[in-house]
């Protein structure tokens, strides 16, 4: 079966392995526990790489219900 949502699949292709490891995580879940279980794990980003913590910390605690929602404010994040 193929994705055929061009946003999904874009952080799908940015994402790699933490695409995976946000599609197993427990939802509804927070910002705090994003860092606290993932804040290790290296993104790509404009300027090279960063943590999870490092991109994560600087925002308000949120809530999110789901990976996709994770991945959308990541990608946000990556690309300011």
Do not use: K, W
Request: no cysteine; proline share 4%.
């Amino acid at each position: 079966m193929t994705n055929d949502n061009p946003a999904e699949n874009a952080a799908d292709d940015q994402l790699g392995t933490l695409d995976s490891i946000l599609e197993t995580h427990q939802y509804p879940t927070t910002t705090d526990d994003l860092i606290a279980e993932h804040g290790e794990f290296e993104v790509q980003s404009q300027d090279g790489e960063t943590t999870l913590r490092e991109l994560l910390e600087p925002i308000d605690d949120e809530t999110y219900d789901s990976a996709d929602e994770v991945q959308n404010r990541i990608l946000r994040l990556l690309h300011r």
